[in-house]
Structure formats: structure tokens, C-alpha cells
């Protein structure tokens, strides 16, 4: 599946308008299937149907992982023993070169405990600000909640290795793994045999007025695993934001703001204002309104291979604001432009058990879903055919 669609039978003239028109299929962007220097898709010559079965998605290592990135939860002292424990292993055992944030090694709780001093000089770091880890990371690890896997696609602008996030944190939706038997499921997933959930991000660029009457280069060229969100910021007044759809305008938005999510992202923050819970393999982007000023706007989903652009309404009486995943926050100005698309670079996360089981377990175990008394059956139910007063007549 080519991330071009072909043009219309007709003269070249009018296929080429057309080609102009549109540059992408209406399906989502075939993905990169290769994650970091030593994982991919493994290869299923038998497959042949276009829509794929999500158990055929598992992990391969076409050559053994030497490097791998050990994620954790900040400012959360519970998670340091889990930590040094699961770092000695992959340095003694394992024989893997680790690598930490450098603002691990600032950690004071971390830096007192005698244990981690015998391996700190071990240690690979690197800085997220200045640091490129494309290319660098074989495999990933993350111990924490979901907010540690979302700080992980941030590191990640283009090509992910697979990553395997262990429950440590508050919720962990998207952290399937349990750490008491760490050894037997890393082992586990290192020799191979893994199922794999291939979350989509969508590429996010903030288009300013002023660069794009330069021709400049975007300052924000950003990848997000939940949701770009607009929102209204400090204003009192209602966001107006006008929405496109590959080049046609949509709707204008007059609320709160706009969820434009992935959906893993379906979730997070766009459940919370609506939306339907979306699996994560399904091909498509999620926009959702945050208390829309209107009865009928309903949250609603689009193919994956679209384009939406978001800008302010020009009569809008304020800017809007937009952050990604939570982060970077910043003003959408009149004159500039948003533009969503999804990325073929997606988040290999690795299943505890398979796509499936993985993410209605987290339904359950984490939102409740569905959870309702049972309605009893009408065995347990008095017997409706006697006469409930004919004891009271009897007596009188």
C-alpha cells in the first residue's frame, strides 16, 4: 500500500491536478517495519490478504540486541530497587551495553544506594535535548506508567525499537507487564517470541505565519503517541477553530478545543470527553471536541492517511494554544496552521500476551469497563406466582 493514490483515467493535464490535489490513499501509510537497528515484523510469506490479522504482527530479531534503554518513572522512589535490579541484570547476564538518562546519575535517592554504585560507571547516558539515540538502541524498557512510554516515543522522532513497558506507575493502560517475573519475560521476548501491538503516532507541524511566508523550515516538527490537543488556554472567550480535511474546511470548532488523537490516544484524554475507545490496530485519527457550544457535535473518525489542518478562525476573538502529548505547549496564533498526518513511524510495543487479551484486559482491570452487577437470574427471583396478602388474609 503506497502512500500515493493513483490518478483518474482522463488527460495528463487533469491527472496531474488531481495527483496535486491528492497526495495520499485513504488508507492509513504503510508502516516502517523495522524497529531500531535490530527488530522488525517478522515475515509471513502464507499472508497474503490486504487487512492483516493482528496475531501475524510478532517480533523478530534478525540479529541478537546489544544495546538497550532503560526508562524510569521520576521522582517516585518505589521504582529505584526494580530499577538497579533490572540494570545488573542486563550488565551481568544479559552482557548488554545500558543506557539511562543522564539525569538519572543527578538522582540523589539513586546515587546514595551502595548497590548502584558498583554499576554506575557502566552506565551509557545520554541527554534528550542534545542527544540522537536513532539508530543507537536495540531494544527499550520502561518502568513506570504510561506517561514513561509516551516520554519514550518522544525520544524517538523516527524509527522505535521495540518497546516493553512493566507496571509500575498509577494506571498503566499501556504497560502490560508485571516486574516479579522480569528475567523469564524479558528472556522471553530477547529469544524472540513476542507479539507485538504496532501503535500509529501522528506527525504533528506547527506551520507559523511568518515561516511560511518565508519558506522557512518548521520550528515544530513533532511525533505524538495519544493526542495533539487546541485548546482555548488562559482566554474566557470559546475557542473558534476552523478544522480541514485534506484541504476542505471541514467545520469550525466553537468550544473548549479539539482532540485530534491516535487510537491508543482513544483512551487517554478523548474518552474522557466523549469519544469511543478505538483498538489500537485500527488504521484512523480521532477528533473529538472538548465541550463543544453545540448539541449535536458528535466526536467523529477519519482514515488514517488523511491530512488535517488546524488554524484559528480569523474572526475568532483569541489565539488557541496546542501542546503534544502533554508537552511543549505553545500559542497557535492567527495566520498559523497546524498540519496532522499519521506517521509511518509507529511504536512497536511489545503484548504480555497478544493484541487482543492485552487490551481488553486493560479495560477492565484499569477503566472499569463494562464492570455492572449481575442481574439475577429468575431461579434467585421470589415465586411471583403466589398471592403475597394471602398470608395477611389468612390471619385476619
Same mark, same amino acid.
Given at each position: 500500500m503506497g502512500t500515493e493514490s493513483a490518478p483518474p483515467l482522463g488527460n495528463d493535464s487533469e491527472s496531474e491536478a488531481s495527483l $496535486?490535489?491528492?497526495?495520499r490513499s485513504l488508507n492509513a501509510p504503510s508502516p516502517i517495519q523495522q524497529f531500531g537497528p535490530c527488530?522488525?515484523?517478522m515475515k509471513n510469506s502464507a499472508m497474503v490478504m490486504t487487512i492483516q490479522d493482528p496475531a501475524s504482527q510478532r517480533l523478530t530479531w534478525y540479529k541478537p540486541p546489544l544495546t538497550v534503554l532503560v526508562i524510569k518513572k521520576v521522582r517516585d522512589a518505589m521504582v529505584i530497587p526494580p530499577f538497579i535490579q533490572l540494570v545488573k541484570w542486563f550488565i551481568h547476564q544479559k552482557r548488554m551495553v545500558v543506557f539511562v538518562e543522564s539525569a538519572v546519575m543527578d538522582d540523589p535517592v539513586l546515587t546514595r544506594n551502595p548497590e548502584f554504585g558498583h554499576i554506575q560507571d557502566k552506565l551509557m547516558t545520554f541527554s534528550e535535548q542534545k542527544d540522537d539515540l536513532t539508530d543507537k538502541i536495540d531494544f527499550c524498557v520502561c518502568l513506570g506508567g504510561d506517561g514513561t512510554l509516551l516520554y519514550a516515543s518522544? *525520544?524517538? %522522532? %523516527? +524509527? /522505535?525499537?521495540?518497546? &516493553?513497558?512493566f507496571h509500575l506507575g498509577s494506571l498503566g493502560f499501556l504497560t502490560p507487564f508485571k516486574f516479579e517475573d522480569f528475567e523469564a519475560q524479558v528472556t522471553h521476548v530477547l529469544e524472540g517470541h513476542a507479539a507485538l501491538t504496532l501503535r500509529s503516532r501522528l506527525r504533528c507541524i506547527l506551520i507559523k505565519q511568518e515561516e511560511e511566508e518565508s519558506s522557512a523550515k518548521p520550528s515544530t516538527n513533532q511525533l505524538v503517541l495519544n493526542e495533539v490537543v487546541i485548546d482555548r488556554g488562559p482566554s474566557p472567550y470559546l475557542s473558534n477553530i476552523d478544522l480541514y480535511l485534506d484541504g $476542505? *474546511?471541514?467545520t469550525s470548532v466553537q468550544g473548549d478545543g479539539l482532540i485530534v488523537s491516535t487510537p491508543t490516544g482513544s483512551t487517554a484524554y478523548a474518552v474522557a470527553a466523549g469519544a +469511543? &475507545?478505538?483498538h489500537p490496530s485500527v488504521p484512523a485519527v480521532m477528533v473529538t471536541p472538548i465541550c463543544p457550544h453545540s448539541l449535536s457535535f458528535r466526536p467523529i473518525? /477519519?482514515?488514517a492517511g488523511v491530512e488535517l489542518k488546524i488554524s484559528v478562525s480569523p474572526d475568532s476573538r483569541n489565539t488557541a494554544w496546542v501542546s503534544f502529548d502533554g508537552r511543549k505547549r505553545q500559542e497557535l496564533c492567527h495566520g498559523d496552521s497546524l498540519r496532522v498526518t499519521t506517521s509511518i513511524y509507529p511504536i512497536p510495543s511489545i503484548c504480555a500476551q497478544d493484541q487482543i487479551t492485552d487490551w481488553f484486559d486493560s479495560l477492565a482491570e484499569c477503566l472499569h469497563w463494562n464492570v455492572r452487577k449481575k442481574q439475577r437470574t429468575l431461579d434467585e427471583l421470589s415465586d411471583l406466582s403466589s398471592d403475597p396478602y394471602e398470608e395477611t388474609k389468612n390471619e385476619t
Open positions: $496535486k490535489r491528492r497526495t527488530g522488525r515484523i518522544s *525520544l524517538f %522522532q %523516527q +524509527s /522505535v525499537p521495540p518497546i &516493553m513497558a $476542505k *474546511l471541514i +469511543s &475507545m478505538i473518525v /477519519v482514515p
